[in-house]
Each structure stands twice: as structure tokens, then as C-alpha cells.
């Protein structure tokens, strides 16, 4: 008949619904079965502990553990905390885990309730609110004094979650810790705090009103670059608008700031009217997109977008704008002397975008290839090269034009220099000759053949002179002797 009772109150019971149906199948088990049928539990599902903080009210169907055969008149504590209506407090409401309602009690001297008499607790100072990194733990700190025989709870405010309950875990986040020391000193422990541990938490003592103190945790995270939201490496042809994209996540939301890996200022938008306003380009660009209208080769390069929030570390994102342009050539000197037997340098400077194939010719011939007569060899950087040729040993037969090539997948272009022989009485060596080629008239060939018939004359006249000197020493040596 009694288990009839239990049950039937169980399932009639409002609070059987509510997500701490099963605190409330307890109560209603010691209400209709007695306290020794709730002792036969284990410790571990129930204790006299755990009963303190649930109250039992036909009223409100809240069931209270030690429930009286005879209700006592409650009589008021004094408190140097202030009672909190439910308008202040939502969480203080009946349909709270923790009713602030006033309970009726036994006169029991280890139970809590209205005809406790002496020191009343109370809260040494606020909870501080904390920030952390995900990852790290998290500790929340409740200092109370003169707790005697109440007891200091956890709750969870966002879920209404009840983590602890004095010194053992209710919660089965197994994350959750807690630790005291000398019933004052109450630490709720966060191990491995994630984001969605972010929110309040309530610290609370089973007085009559209840008393608490909410604290509030922070849980930041490090920003990280979104690869499939972000641009890889960028090809744009030149004269078209580019824009580079970079995207990150984190909590606070990440800063994105974009600079050149080789540290020259960052031209964005209409760069062009700004130069021509003489407004200085920036060294830093902010923003998600970094947008450049009318690309120029000017702009190729490395791009880095940086994403930072506070939160260590920040990171990084390399993006290369490549601009592909048809090739050109610049060529120093176009006209080279160089002396019989010495060596000579000849130079083409190229640009071009993507990478050109490069090559010589002389005389518009087949291409020249590195050997004994012939060194050739190419520095490049970014959009740069410069084309180096060198002839060994020069002789008659290498006089004549030269032609530098350059070819792309967008154009070709080629350059020429001419190179000719010079008398050069101080010894070996080749110069250059200081006269652009383009000043120079079409008559260059024939100047050359009379610079060398002029040498070749030259020549045969100092020869004659030194065969009559010589012929002068030995007569005059003939003469000495006869005499």
C-alpha cells in the first residue's frame, strides 16, 4: 500500500518532468517510505548532503528529504546579506534548482533550516571573473565565512546545471573538478576549458534565503587562418584589377592586416590617382581583401596577411601575386670595341612574366651554346634577368653583331649589340665604347675597317723605322773597327 502511495505521488509529482526528476523520485521515496528506505541507497546516489538543497513544498511539489512530522514556526536570522526577489533574480524563481523560498525544517541540531541558531555565512568577497585560453584550466574561486553546517553548491547559470554539491561532483563532465580548504576556500575547476564552457557560474550556500554570487568565465581562442576561405597564390595580367583574400576565426574575432614580404609600402585601390596626388602608399593594408586596380609588374611579389586577436599566437598567410606581362629588353651598351687576343663582355638586361627562355645568336645564326669560345650565364630575380655573354680570346673572325632573344608565352622581343676590333698598344683588354650606338651614324662598318687599315699603316712604319736604326748602330760599329 505504501509503495502504491510512492508511486502514485511520483508520477503525479510536477517535478518528475523537470530535469531533476530523479532528485525528486528520492524525495518521494523518503516522504512515503521513510528515511531508512533512503538509507539503503548507496552513498552515492543520495546522501543527507545532497538533501539539504532540496526543499519539499505540497505546494510547489518541491519534496524535502528530512521532511517534518510536525511543522515548526520559522524564525528569522538575522543576515548581512540582503534577501533577492525573484525580479532581481530569474534563477531565484520556483522552477529554480535551488529554491530561496523559506523551508520548513525538524528541530534537528545538524539541520540548516529557519531554528538554526548562530553565525550566519556569508561571502568574504565577490567571484572573479576570469579569462583563459582554450585548452588551459580554468579555476573560480568562492571565499565564505562562518559556513558551520550549511553547504556550498556549483551551479552552471546558462543550463542551470548543478556541477557540485559541497565537496562531492554531481555532473558527469568529467572536466569539471573541485577542490576546499578548510570549508572557506571553494574552487570549481574547469580542466581543459573549451568555448562552450563560456558563461556564468553561481556559487551558492543553502541559507534561508538562499545565498550566492555568480562569476563569469571567458574562454578565448588563438585566431587560425580559414584555408578554404583564403586565396592561394594570385596570376592577374597586367593592366587588370587584382584582389587577395584572407580570412580567419578565433574569439575576439581576429584582426587582418596585410604587408609585402620584401617591405615596400602596399599600393591598393586606385593607386595610380593616389601617386599622381602624391598621397604616400601605406606600409600596412587592414581588411579582409586587399584589392589593386590596374596591376603592374611593380606589384608582383609576396603578399602576407596576418591575423591577430590578443590571443597568442597570431598567425600568418603567404599569398604571391604573380603579373604576367610579355617580355622586354634593355640593352646598356650597344656597341663594344675590344682588342685582338683580350676578352669581352656583352649584357642584356630582360623582363618578363612568366619566365622567358633566353638565348644568343651572332650574325643570325644558330644559337650560341657555353664551350671553350663562348661563356654564357643568366642571374634572375622576381621578373629580372640579366643575360651574360663573355667571348674568350677574341679574334678577327668574332667581330660582327650579336642579338639577345627573349621569348614568352605572351610575346618575344631581342636586342643587338655590335661588337668590333681596336688596336690596343697597352697590352690586352677590351672597352667599351662611350658613344651610344644610336647617336652613331650607318657608316659604323666602314669606320671600323679604317680604324684597322690606319693601325696595319702604323705598324709598317714603325717597323721601317726600327730596320734603319738597326741598320744606323751597324755601320756605325763597322766604322769604329776599321779605324
Known amino acids: 500500500m505504501r509503495m502504491k502511495l510512492m508511486t502514485r505521488k511520483m508520477f503525479t509529482s510536477p517535478c518528475y518532468s523537470n530535469l531533476m526528476s530523479y532528485f525528486c523520485f528520492l524525495s518521494t521515496l523518503q516522504v512515503t517510505c521513510?528515511?531508512?528506505?533512503?538509507?539503503?541507497?548507496?552513498?552515492?546516489?543520495?546522501?543527507?548532503?545532497?538533501?539539504?538543497f532540496f526543499h519539499h513544498d505540497h505546494s510547489n511539489a518541491y519534496p524535502q528529504l528530512n521532511h517534518p512530522s510536525k511543522?515548526?514556526?520559522?524564525?528569522?536570522?538575522k543576515s548581512s546579506v540582503q534577501k533577492r526577489s525573484y525580479k532581481e533574480n530569474p534563477l531565484d524563481s520556483p522552477y529554480s534548482y535551488f529554491s530561496t523560498e523559506p523551508s520548513v525544517t525538524n528541530s534537528d541540531e545538524n539541520d540548516p533550516g529557519d531554528n538554526y541558531i548562530g553565525d550566519v555565512p556569508e561571502f568574504v568577497d565577490a567571484i572573479s571573473n576570469i579569462t583563459v585560453p582554450i585548452g588551459r584550466e580554468a579555476r573560480l574561486t568562492c571565499i565564505v565565512r562562518n559556513l558551520g553546517v550549511f553547504k556550498v553548491a556549483w551551479m552552471r547559470i546558462e543550463d542551470q546545471t548543478i556541477l557540485t554539491i559541497h565537496d562531492h561532483i554531481i555532473t558527469r563532465n568529467y572536466r569539471i573538478g573541485l577542490s576546499h580548504s578548510e570549508l572557506r576556500v571553494w574552487n570549481l575547476i574547469i580542466n581543459d576549458a573549451q568555448e562552450e564552457d563560456r558563461g556564468g557560474y553561481m556559487c551558492q550556500i543553502n541559507t534561508?534565503?538562499?545565498?550566492?554570487?555568480?562569476?563569469?568565465?571567458?574562454v578565448v581562442v588563438p585566431p587560425r587562418i580559414l584555408t578554404a576561405e583564403t586565396s592561394v597564390d594570385v596570376m592577374r595580367r597586367e593592366n587588370s584589377n587584382a584582389t587577395?583574400?584572407?580570412?580567419a576565426r578565433g574569439y575576439p574575432l581576429p584582426r587582418i592586416t596585410w604587408r609585402r614580404e620584401d617591405g615596400k609600402p602596399i599600393e591598393y585601390g586606385n593607386w595610380q590617382e593616389k601617386k599622381d596626388q602624391g598621397i604616400q602608399p601605406p606600409e600596412e593594408f587592414e581588411g579582409e581583401q586587399l584589392t589593386i586596380n590596374k596591376v603592374s609588374r611593380l606589384h608582383m611579389g609576396a603578399y602576407l596577411c596576418i591575423a591577430t586577436n590578443g590571443v597568442q599566437p597570431s598567425v600568418s598567410h603567404r599569398i604571391i601575386l604573380n603579373v604576367h606581362f610579355p617580355p622586354m629588353i634593355w640593352v646598356p651598351n650597344q656597341l663594344i670595341a675590344a682588342s685582338m687576343g683580350s676578352d669581352a663582355v656583352l649584357i642584356c638586361n630582360t623582363e618578363s612574366s612568366p619566365k622567358s627562355i633566353n638565348y644568343w645568336t651572332k650574325d643570325d645564326e644558330d644559337a650560341l651554346i657555353s664551350n671553350d669560345k663562348y661563356e654564357i650565364h643568366t642571374v634572375e630575380r622576381l621578373y629580372r634577368a640579366q643575360m651574360i655573354l663573355k667571348i674568350k680570346d677574341i679574334s678577327p673572325n668574332d667581330f660582327g653583331t650579336f642579338k639577345c632573344y627573349a621569348r614568352n608565352s605572351l610575346g618575344s622581343t631581342e636586342g643587338s649589340i655590335k661588337l668590333y676590333g681596336i688596336h690596343s698598344p697597352g697590352g690586352k683588354?677590351?672597352?667599351?665604347?662611350?658613344?651610344?650606338?644610336?647617336?652613331?651614324?650607318?657608316?659604323?662598318?666602314?669606320?671600323?675597317?679604317?680604324?684597322?687599315?690606319?693601325?696595319?699603316?702604323?705598324?709598317?712604319?714603325?717597323?721601317?723605322?726600327?730596320?734603319?736604326?738597326v741598320n744606323i748602330i751597324f755601320n756605325l760599329i763597322f766604322v769604329t773597327i776599321n779605324y
Open 71 to 77: 511543522p515548526i514556526k520559522s524564525k528569522k536570522i
Open 244 to 247: 587577395l583574400t584572407c580570412r
Open 208 to 218: 534561508v534565503p538562499m545565498l550566492y554570487q555568480i562569476g563569469f568565465l571567458d
Open 34 to 52: 521513510g528515511t531508512n528506505f533512503i538509507s539503503s541507497f548507496p552513498s552515492s546516489t543520495v546522501d543527507n548532503e545532497t538533501s539539504l
Open 429 to 469: 683588354g677590351a672597352r667599351r665604347d662611350p658613344t651610344n650606338a644610336r647617336s652613331r651614324s650607318s657608316n659604323d662598318g666602314s669606320d671600323v675597317n679604317n680604324d684597322i687599315t690606319s693601325g696595319n699603316q702604323k705598324q709598317s712604319k714603325t717597323m721601317s723605322i726600327v730596320v734603319n736604326l
